[in-house]
């Protein structure tokens, strides 16, 4: 299928995009790698009359570690956070969710910013800025704003940007000295969507975890934080016990959605299994 007429407008400023998304509300779309939007296009699920090219935006793109935080623009592709040294440094959780997300051709074009904006639950950014407690920055007509991942993911496919807002930059907090980070998912072939994944980070304390945030993709409209089994590793030791312990409380806490092929009993049990993965990925890190 082809997709319906459309004009087209390459922006040459943030403030220009701003504008254009004031003037015509919900007709227009902003367009970043176009690796989603072009397909709802093609499908005729969407038929905007006016798509807003971004790419120009020199003020978007970069990686850049700013004082405590790692600031990368919202033009900044999934290919180029996969290579990032700073990344690696600084968010090693990224570097390790990139090679997962689609195909290279995919991440060569497709953006940190749209991933963020497009909010799919199943995705691996919107997951991966949730459990590192980080911030989406937007810029409308009143200015910049920051909204913690926490507040910004409010259902399916559905954030706190306002429709004449577009995101600017997502930033992470450098990870700090003890800190873990570690993300694991299972999908029906390497490359294809998580059926269930798991972004986890914690801060050691001897062999105790502190500050557990577990963030689920595809098990719920939006990412999904289990809190109650997050304050029940505080201050644990990820051993045999707690792992059994963890599993029991995820599967008590967890009500997830069902999929065209995996029931909610299915993604259950499998969340459970990626949760006592992880939690033995961080024992053997801090014995290594
Ligand atoms: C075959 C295939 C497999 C895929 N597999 C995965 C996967 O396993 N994991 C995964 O995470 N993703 C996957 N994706 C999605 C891919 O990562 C997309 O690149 C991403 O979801 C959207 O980024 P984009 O830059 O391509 O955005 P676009 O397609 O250009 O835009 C997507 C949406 O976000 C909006 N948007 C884009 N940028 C901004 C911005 N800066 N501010 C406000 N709104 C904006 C657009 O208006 C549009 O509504 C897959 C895509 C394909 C085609």
């Known amino acids: 299928m082809k997709a319906a007429a459309f004009d087209y407008v390459k922006a040459d400023s943030v403030a220009q995009v701003i504008e254009l998304l004031q003037q015509h509300g919900d007709d227009a779309r902003v367009l970043a790698g176009g690796q989603t939007l072009l397909a709802t296009l093609n499908m005729r699920l969407s038929e905007?009359?006016?798509?807003?090219?971004?790419?120009?935006?020199?003020?978007?793109?970069?990686?850049?570690?700013?004082?405590?935080?790692?600031?990368?623009?919202?033009?900044?592709?999934?290919?180029?956070?996969e290579r990032s040294e700073l990344v690696a440094r600084h968010a090693p959780l990224l570097a390790q969710a990139a090679p997962h997300i689609a195909h290279r051709a995919i991440r060569n074009r497709g953006t940190w910013g749209g991933s963020l904006a497009y909010a799919d639950p199943a995705a691996e950014w919107p997951a991966c800025l949730l459990a590192l407690g980080g911030t989406v920055v937007v810029q409308g007509p009143?200015?910049?704003?920051?909204?913690?991942?926490?507040?910004?993911?409010l259902g399916l496919y559905t954030t706190a940007l306002a429709p004449d807002e577009i995101v600017i930059a997502g930033e992470v907090p450098v990870a700090r000295e003890g800190q873990w980070q570690g993300m694991t998912q299972l999908a029906r072939r390497h490359g294809d969507y998580a059926v269930v994944g798991l972004a986890a980070t914690a801060q050691r304390r001897g062999a105790a975890l502190a500050s557990v945030r577990l963030a689920f993709m595809g098990v719920a409209?939006?990412?999904?934080?289990?809190?109650?089994?997050?304050?029940?590793?505080e201050g644990r030791e990820p051993d045999d016990a707690t792992l059994a312990m963890a599993a029991a409380s995820l599967r008590a806490e967890i009500e997830p959605l069902p999929d065209l092929t995996h029931s909610s009993e299915t993604k259950r049990h499998l969340a459970g299994v990626l949760l006592q993965r992880l939690l033995a990925c961080a024992r053997r890190d801090s014995e290594g």
């Open 221 to 233: 409209a939006t990412p999904w934080r289990a809190r109650r089994t997050e304050e029940l590793l």
């Open 142 to 153: 009143g200015g910049v704003r920051r909204i913690a991942a926490d507040d910004f993911f």
């Open 48 to 81: 905007p009359a006016l798509l807003i090219d971004i790419n120009g935006l020199a003020a978007l793109r970069g990686i850049e570690r700013q004082g405590e935080v790692l600031r990368i623009g919202a033009l900044v592709t999934h290919a180029e956070i």
